[in-house]
């Protein structure tokens, strides 16, 4: 079974600076795909970025990127030029495929706090 | 991208008594899938629902107490049956697009 350890209960940042998020992962696949999803108040769960394991290239997206480090199992998300809007709850999540066995494992997830 | 409609957002409930969530989806989708988030939990995965064909329940958790309908590709429902104060939690329902998953905005339960 996969795991999905996101061992820091909380962080708190500076509104403009940047913070890394970690996340390690536990899995006997070599193709799966992971994800950190946002969770502010409102409780909408909101895709934040993807990455699928065969890319080597890390993922990026507008202010988001990743550290992808599949030999380590290793799935970290930076947040550069936090903003107060970017407070939440972050969660990582894995994978194993699509299609009938895909479901979503996720971590426990990490309360980010943006400090005006 | 896929846009969910889940309700009710919130409801306080008796114990003892049912409460049904619904998913609307504006597309049709071959998986449903139902979460539970404990109060400052992750998500848990409750089930998965196929149209056509009975749901697949995740360990520690039963058909009798979160009897699940889909009855076409873009609808489906979750019961909470027989509540008690343990089933107060945000309920999710979720649907897989070729980039990810997307979420309903969650029905907030609470059972008094």
Known sequence: ?116 | SAVISQKPSRDICQRGTSLTIQCQVDSQVTMMFWYRQQPGQSLTLIATANQGSEATYESGFVIDKFPISRPNLTFSTLTVSNMSPEDSSIYLCSVELYYGYTFGSGTRLTVV
């Open chain 1, 1 to 116: 079974a996969q795991t999905v350890t996101q061992s820091q209960p909380e962080m708190s940042v500076q509104e403009a600076e940047t913070v890394t998020l970690s996340c390690t992962y536990d899995t006997s696949e070599s193709n799966y795909y992971l994800f950190w999803y946002k969770q502010p108040p409102s409780r909408q769960m909101i895709l934040v970025i993807r990455q699928e394991a065969y890319k080597q290239q890390n993922a990026t997206e507008n202010r988001f990127s990743v550290n992808f480090q599949k030999a380590a199992k290793s799935f970290s998300l930076k947040i550069s030029d936090s903003q107060l809007g970017d407070t939440a709850m972050y969660f990582c999540a894995f994978m194993k495929d699509t299609g009938a066995n895909s479901k979503l494992t996720f971590g426990k997830g990490i309360t980010l706090s943006v400090r005006p």
